[in-house]
């Protein structure tokens, strides 16, 4: 077991600013390990398996939404932000949770979702029954003669109109939600101050339970423009990526995130605030770090990126400078629960060169300044899984595309931990979704000990990073090198990375300390293979 964590107090000694640089790992919950045998992942199952966490040498764990909920969203729709679902266990569960974390060296961070809650939490609730409540959210009068029409274009993320039109009491149609997700997660009025009370109190009680930081949700989406304008363009979701949206990171978003850094800070800990914003540029995305706001932004352009050197280079680059220009540190993501596994990206159709690819990847990733999150599975090399019956699916989008979309549930079939058979470990009765049969070889128990194992690669990077000094925050520089090739240098350090697909021979760079693939050497040159990756010491 590592070091346990002290105990925060408000006069803690020099912060460590250990957020700067921490490997964050990220436990997507119905599916880490099931331990009461219902085929859903739980908080037990968690904390039974946080040995495993400890041995890989992570430094904290994210956990996503354990709250009572209907499960329209994979918990995503909360409808009570300070109960667990009895799907995932109890308070004591989550408090043992934690407690249990902090003795391995574990941060623990949690989901908070501000933007929507579920349609069947007590405030929606009582705004469907006509209370006050409906100023919480955005309830408008539809266009058109009868109000049959939705009051502007907006759509949804998931797919078809962000509105869905409501029955009065009498059963008469009466006014429109608007919901960017499903319609089951109605959006948040964060006009008004309740919601921001509200907020601040739920904040609180889980950092006096304990919890590290949040991870919070949607944290570009809470404030719409004024009058919530049409957009006048249709497949919204597409441009997420490159522009403001009036439902999207609209600047008045950051004065929650300021009040929530002041928040943070009033409990000690060094406590953390994590962005998820979906933000047209390095540059929009830098706001939401500024040092009065978050501490970390997922960086989902890095994760975006195609198996390029230029492009990965490009967008290092961009990400160092746009963080680096509000004295944030960077971070680094390849995989999530709402994005198709980097292996099978990476492979388009070829899991082995995936593989390669993704294991090179990694350590990449590991290499560069600043924090970096994992996804539970991708230290198994588990690919996607892209052949999952429609029945068992489960993922709002599937079924808000006519099916055309559903990319959301192959990457969360439960991980496997050990033996012969499914589900391998992950619970004693079948995973709420099949797992592949050739999921057996990549079992944590079957790759431990494996020195070729994907496992065995993320332990030894993992721990190497802890050694070696000058690795984690702190400078980089590129060397200049030949086309499809990264060539990376931090003190005592350096990281070489083929992206092409031809092996590249080179002058030895230093003494090797690890490598995705067995590399050639002859005298003073050395071939690193095509989609590989190597870590030296200079
Ligand atoms: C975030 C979550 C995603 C969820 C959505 C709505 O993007 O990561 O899983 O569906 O928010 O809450």
């Not at 690669?457 to 030949?482: H, T």
Request: overall charge negative.
């Amino acid at each position: 077991m590592t070091a346990a964590l002290p105990a925060p107090t408000a006069a803690a000694a020099a912060p460590s600013r250990w957020w700067r640089d921490a490997v964050i790992y990220q436990v997507y919950v119905r599916s880490f390990a099931d331990s009461d045998g219902d085929g859903v992942g739980d908080l037990p199952g968690i904390t039974a398996r946080l040995p495993h966490l400890a041995a890989l040498g992570v430094d904290a764990v994210w956990l996503t939404p354990f709250y009572a909920s209907p499960q329209a969203d994979g918990g995503y729709d909360v409808a009570d932000y300070r109960e667990v679902d009895p799907l995932f266990g109890t308070l004591a569960d989550a408090d043992r949770l934690i407690a249990t974390a902090h003795e391995h060296g574990l941060r623990v961070i949690v989901d908070v979702v501000p933007n929507h809650t579920s349609d069947r939490h007590a405030w929606f609730r009582g705004a469907l029954a006509g209370g006050p409540e409906r100023d919480l959210y955005h309830f408008r009068p539809g266009k058109g003669t009868d109000g049959q029409l939705p009051p502007n274009d907006w759509e949804s993320v998931f797919g078809g109109p962000a509105w869905t039109r409501t029955t009065d009491p009498d059963g008469t149609p009466g006014d429109w939600y608007l919901h960017l997700f499903a319609p089951q997660q109605p959006d948040l009025n964060w006009e008004n101050p309740a919601v921001h009370a509200e907020f601040d109190s739920i904040l609180r009680f889980w950092l006096e339970r304990g919890v590290d930081g949040f991870r919070v949700d949607v944290a570009h989406g809470m404030v719409k423009a004024p009058g919530m304008p049409d957009i006048g363009a249709r497949e919204q979701a597409k441009m997420i990526g490159s522009q403001v949206l009036p439902f999207f990171d609209q600047d008045g978003v950051h004065a929650v995130h300021r009040n929530w850094r002041r928040l943070l800070e009033s409990y000690g800990g060094e406590r953390i605030g994590v962005a998820e914003a979906w933000a047209p540029s390095p540059e929009r995305l830098a706001l939401y770090v500024r040092p009065d706001e978050l501490h970390q932004a997922f960086n989902f352009q890095f994760l975006g990126c195609p198996w390029d050197a230029e492009a990965m280079r490009a967008v290092v680059d961009a990400s160092l400078a746009a963080a680096g220009s509000v004295g944030a540190p960077t971070t680094w993501v390849l995989s999530n629960h709402d994005v198709v596994r980097h292996l099978s990206r990476y492979g388009a159709g070829d899991d082995a060169l995936g593989l390669r690819r993704a294991r090179a990847a990694a350590l990449l990733m590991l290499a560069l300044p600043g924090s970096a999150y994992l996804y539970q599975g991708e230290e198994l090399g588990l690919p996607e899984v892209t052949d999952l019956p429609d029945e068992v699916r489960q993922d709002p989008s599937f079924f808000r595309t006519d099916g055309q979309d559903g990319l959301r549930d192959g990457c969360r079939v439960p991980i496997p931990w050990e033996g012969e058979e499914a589900p391998y470990g992950f619970g004693t009765a079948a995973g709420w979704l099949p797992q592949p049969a050739s999921w057996r070889s990549l079992s944590v128990a079957a790759q431990t000990g494996d020195a070729d194992s994907t496992l065995e690669l993320y332990r030894r990077a993992l721990r190497l990073r802890k050694e070696l000094d000058g690795l984690g925050d702190g400078g980089m520089r590129w060397q200049q090198s030949p086309p499809g090739l990264l060539d990376l240098v931090r003190p005592g350090f350096r990281c070489t990375l083929n992206t092409g697909p031809l092996p590249v021979q080179l002058p030895r760079p230093g003494s090797l300390l690890l490598s995705s693939a067995h590399l050639a050497a002859d005298g003073e040159t050395i071939t690193l293979p095509a989609d590989s990756c190597a870590w030296w010491a200079i």
